[in-house]
């Protein structure tokens, strides 16, 4: 992709401001909390506002044709929450989990998505997520450690993969700023119950998916996303589509096409508000994605703690349509698993 900015070592400057736009490769330093918050009348905020405005979260999701799983740490100030869950396509059967944590006191979030780890840490449960450099390419890993489970997954971004790395404007006095990941192999084992053989990632072909988001974000946020990623006549295939959080000014939307980075516009998502369950239609206003999404499963958080709220749903399932190059040539998308959200929050 052209039209981006080299990264700059810190997201926030010395000035307390942060630049806006695409960068070339990940932020290796987003820190946020050194950012200039401000009020909507334009005063500095306060210590307390500036600590429980902001936001961190961050999420693996792991696909394939025989499991897809789903992992997120995430910190609002005022919760620390964690959730997992490993679905298996063939026989329906979902295995989830969530955890919370009063001020976030059992999750520590890594502000590097190049180099640190992610830890929630609660009783016998522990999920990692941690970022490195070897050799100039970039690793993420995943660990989740509960009584009767193991997993543990490693996606390598080679130099040539582009991550969709931005910062937008959030409101009059905030940002996010965003790097994912999308369409790239996975290695790694989970092994479910004592004594059960290891699934081996790679035999599978399991690729994954990965997001890293900070900053001052709105108050009541709302959003959709889509993300996929497998393999389309021999060339893996990554998208992530979002409307609702990062659109002032940029999009975070876009496809990787055998790590190639491709932008694409504004999503539409068509679905039953009542009834998630039932097939969803996404399209982006280029025309380059035509997407019909058939849910299998839902992923559901809801809480109202009247200061904090949310109404989580992340579903699992099959994506059919087509996907349109800018040179005329089209991809199909047959049966190709991810993953779609709609979320509210309150934080």
Known sequence: MSNHNPPPAQLVADNGQVPF??????????????????????????RLAKHFHYKQFQYFGVISDTLLAGCALAHTGWIGIAFFYVFEPATGKLREHTWRSPLGQALTMSSSPVGGQSVFQQGKNRLQMGYAVEDETRVKTLSVTLPDLQLDVRMAETPAYQPMSLCTRTGINGWVYANKVAGVPVTGTLRQ???????????????????????????????????????????????????????????????????????VDTTAF??????????????????????????????????????????????????????????????????????????????
């Not at 399932?317 to 309150?346: H, M, P, S």
């Open 21 to 46: 736009g695409f960068f070339s490769h990940s932020v290796a330093d987003i820190n946020g909390r050194d950012y200039d918050y401000r009020t909507p009348m334009g005063r500095p905020a306060s």
């Open 270 to 347: 068509e679905y039953d508000r009542d009834n998630l369950l039932t097939p969803w239609r996404i399209r982006t206003g280029d025309g380059q994605v035509d997407l019909q999404f058939e849910p299998l499963g839902n992923h559901r958080e809801r809480m109202n703690l009247g200061v904090f709220a949310s109404n989580f749903n992340q579903l699992f399932g099959r994506f059919q349509g087509t996907v349109t190059l800018q040179d005329g040539r089209t991809i199909a998308i047959r049966n190709l698993y991810g993953f779609v959200e709609e979320q509210y929050a309150k934080w």
């Open 193 to 263: 119950g004592a004594g059960s053989d290891a699934v081996d990632l790679a035999a599978i072909g399991a690729c994954g998916h990965h997001d890293f988001s900070a900053g001052y974000m709105r108050r009541q946020t709302f959003w959709n996303w889509a993300c996929l990623s497998g393999q389309s006549d021999g060339q893996h295939i990554g998208l992530n589509l979002s409307c609702g959080v990062n659109e002032t000014s940029f999009t975070e939307n876009c496809l990787w096409l055998d790590g190639q980075l491709i932008k």
